[in-house]
């Protein structure tokens, strides 16, 4: 009796093994080929300055998404580009809900986007309507304008800080907001909160009056993916 038991065991414990092992495989060719999507990059060329003739070149991983931007808007811009995060598949979103825990914000804003934009454009030539406006210059360093640069409340500078980007003075820049989760609550009931990322790059070219912005923002989901990309992007900026 217990030989044959035995006998019985070792054939399910085997097939346990291989399906374990299959397993295993399937799901290393899925991350081999998701990372190899996101390793490749696209690159993209913006417009020629007609005051200096140059232009911003960048590059951006594959899985972005172009992103439709309003036709008309105050603010004058040479360049505007925007770029989104693929919506997840229904085993993203299970996997995300189920066993990570995480549930998206319930609320509506307009900021609140797993996104990535990117404008250049005039402060001079441009006046009111140019979108560096809120900006000055710290010897040839782009730098907050105070008054005029205004964050969301309840809003955390962690990093702010000056350095080269493809050879320019720029301004790195890492915000958190702390959101309610539920603002429609009296603020002395309001417990917790919603955490949402912005990470910052402003370019001057140095002795022109020619600035890029590039702006990421995203959910604490995604703000590793977020900072991530934005670093990427930095570090293939090139002006042509």
Same mark, same amino acid.
């Given at each position: ?15 346990? &093994? ?46 972005? &998404? ?15 580009? &925007? ?100 603002p429609t609550l009296p603020v002395p009931l309001q417990r917790g909160s919603y955490k949402f990322y912005t990470y910052m790059l402003v370019v001057k070219i140095k002795g022109e009056d020619s600035w890029l912005a590039v702006e990421g923002t995203g959910d604490e989901s995604h703000q590793r993916q977020i900072e991530k990309e ?11």
């Amino acid at each position: 009796m217990v030989i044959s038991a035995s006998k019985s065991v070792v054939p399910l414990q085997g097939r346990a &093994v291989r399906a374990s092992a299959l397993l295993a495989v399937a799901v290393l060719s899925l991350s081999a080929i998701w990372l190899a999507q996101v390793a490749m990059r696209r690159p993209y060329t913006g417009k020629v300055d007609p005051e200096t003739g140059g232009r911003f070149t960048f590059t951006l991983a594959s899985e972005w &998404v172009p992103a439709k931007t309003p036709e008309f808007g105050f603010a004058e811009k040479r360049d505007d580009f &925007v770029f989104s995060l693929p919506k997840p598949t229904a085993l993203q979103t299970w996997f995300e809900t189920y066993l990570l825990r995480r549930r998206a914000y319930p609320y509506t804003f307009p900021f609140l986007k797993n996104e990535i934009g990117i404008v250049s454009g005039h402060q001079t030539l441009s006046g009111n309507r140019s979108p560096f406006k809120a900006f000055t210059l710290q010897g040839d360093y782009p730098a907050p304008k105070h008054p005029g640069f205004t964050d969301l409340p309840r809003t955390t500078v962690m990093e702010e800080r000056h350095l080269l980007a493809a050879g320019q003075p720029a301004l790195w820049r890492v915000t958190r907001t702390d959101l309610p989760l539920n603002p429609t609550l009296p603020v002395p009931l309001q417990r917790g909160s919603y955490k949402f990322y912005t990470y910052m790059l402003v370019v001057k070219i140095k002795g022109e009056d020619s600035w890029l912005a590039v702006e990421g923002t995203g959910d604490e989901s995604h703000q590793r993916q977020i900072e991530k990309e934005v670093r990427a992007l930095t570090d293939s900026l090139r002006i042509e």
